[in-house]
């Protein structure tokens, strides 16, 4: 039998399914390049994350019998470690989704890693926590961080390879663990599901022209200074996310700010082709949304950082503002609002980002890793 013929077990792996992000749209390209393939995980609540993996192979940890924890991942934060090493996956090559957890999964074969960030409250704890946090946060991260790392380090330095979503994550990963690792950009989905318009937004844009920013509701992401951005004019906000800052942001929530969370694909899809543009202020390791945005040939005004450097082009999909701070913010789309877009060229900067580009590389490698493991095999 040649090594072509030979089948490969795949599995795949990922933190948590407890939300409706960007990771998890990955996860899900990932299912459809490896449809045979079970995933793995330390938490599972279907009513939270997108419903596709209600019809996929997903197998939890014990500790997904705890319903808190479900509802509220970052309370299990001491006992994912403990998690994560429960769970034992027999596949040949796993390829694992991680920014934190999953690369410690452990396995009778090779482990391919897909990385969004090293923890950021291991590493950029600062920046993860934010200036809002409280005292009893920090001092539990604070006792937590030095064994975590330890267990962190172990766990990266376990894997095969790496793949990091973007240069600034590749730079972060070589300085957490000192090794390097290729980039390959997370895939946009072409959402299928038809538009639905969302029951809350529509009566009160009444028509109105409106900005949208999509965001998990955490100190890093900066939404709140998005929102002063926009109090006290005349332009509309429609943020759509979900996150512990939930209640802080709509206590600082003005009369032309609409706050949706848990929205459809196709609600999403309305939106996104409705809007003038996207605006993000957050500290992103990627940036999906300019993207999504993009492919609606809708620009973005987004910080000169990380990711976004990545999957906005200037002046073709989108402006930069160099701080996130509501001045800066303000400026950017006043930028915006005076140049001249064309929506076939904000489309067209898509193409780098498919779906079938992303399964192609992922395929490769998960055969090159097998293919050495077959080689060693057969050179005893």
């Known amino acids: 039998?040649?090594?072509?013929?030979?089948?490969?077990?795949?599995?795949?792996?990922?933190?948590?399914?407890?939300?409706?992000?960007?990771?998890?749209?990955?996860?899900?390209?990932?299912?459809?390049a490896f449809p045979e393939s079970p995933i793995y995980t330390t938490l599972f609540e279907p009513s939270t994350t997108f419903p596709e993996f209600a019809d996929l192979d997903v197998r939890p940890s014990r500790l997904n019998h705890v319903g808190f924890l479900r509802?509220?991942?970052?309370?299990?934060?001491?006992?994912?470690?403990?998690?994560?090493?429960?769970?034992?996956?027999?596949?040949?090559?796993?390829?694992?989704?991680?920014?934190?957890?999953?690369?410690?999964?452990?396995?009778?074969?090779?482990?391919?890693?897909?990385?969004?960030?090293?923890?950021?409250?291991?590493?950029?704890?600062?920046?993860?926590?934010?200036?809002?946090?409280?005292?009893?946060k920090r001092i539990m991260l604070k006792i937590l961080t030095s064994p975590l790392r330890r267990w962190d380090r172990r766990a990266a330095e376990s894997a095969d390879r790496y793949l990091a979503i973007s240069t600034v994550v590749q730079k972060r990963i070589a300085d957490a663990y000192g090794f390097s690792?290729?980039?390959?950009?997370?895939?946009?989905?072409?959402?299928?599901?038809?538009?639905?318009?969302?029951?809350?937004?529509?009566?009160?844009?009444?028509?109105?022209?409106?900005?949208?920013?999509?965001?998990?509701?955490?100190?890093?992401?900066?939404?709140?200074?998005v929102m002063a951005a926009f109090a006290g004019t005349a332009r509309?906000?429609?943020?759509?996310?979900?996150?512990?800052?939930?209640?802080?942001?709509?206590?600082?929530?003005?009369?032309?700010?609409?706050?949706?969370?848990?929205?459809?694909?196709?609600?999403?899809?309305?939106?996104?082709?409705?809007?003038?543009?996207?605006?993000?202020?957050?500290y992103e390791d990627y940036g999906l949304t300019p993207i999504e945005a993009a492919y609606h040939g809708k620009p973005s005004a987004v910080l000169r950082w990380g990711g976004f450097l990545d999957t906005v082009e200037e002046g073709v999909s989108g402006v930069f503002f160099d701080e996130p701070e509501?001045?800066?913010?303000?400026?950017?789309?006043?930028?915006?609002?005076?140049?001249?877009?064309?929506?076939?060229?904000?489309?067209?900067?898509v193409e780098q980002f498919s779906e079938e580009r992303f399964a192609a590389e992922l395929i490769s490698a998960v055969t090159d890793i097998h293919e050495h493991i077959i080689e060693r095999k057969l050179s005893r």
């Open 1 to 32: 039998m040649s090594v072509e013929q030979l089948p490969i077990r795949v599995a795949i792996a990922h933190d948590y399914l407890t939300q409706r992000g960007g990771a998890e749209k990955v996860v899900l390209a990932m299912a459809r």
């Open 71 to 136: 509802k509220n991942h970052r309370a299990a934060l001491p006992l994912l470690p403990f998690a994560s090493q429960s769970i034992t996956i027999d596949a040949d090559v796993v390829l694992t989704s991680t920014s934190g957890w999953a690369h410690g999964f452990r396995t009778s074969g090779r482990t391919l890693v897909y990385c969004y960030s090293p923890a950021r409250w291991l590493y950029e704890s600062e920046m993860y926590l934010g200036e809002s946090s409280s005292l009893a």
């Open 181 to 225: 690792s290729t980039v390959l950009p997370a895939p946009f989905t072409v959402e299928s599901a038809p538009e639905e318009a969302v029951p809350d937004a529509e009566p009160w844009l009444d028509g109105d022209s409106f900005y949208l920013c999509i965001s998990r509701l955490l100190p890093y992401k900066n939404v709140d200074k």
């Open 236 to 282: 509309k906000l429609v943020v759509v996310g979900r996150g512990p800052e939930a209640e802080r942001l709509r206590k600082m929530q003005s009369d032309n700010i609409l706050m949706l969370s848990d929205l459809t694909s196709g609600q999403m899809t309305w939106l996104y082709s409705r809007c003038n543009a996207v605006v993000a202020a957050s």
């Open 326 to 349: 509501p001045d800066s913010i303000r400026a950017a789309v006043e930028r915006l609002e005076h140049t001249t877009w064309e929506p076939l060229k904000i489309s067209a900067h």
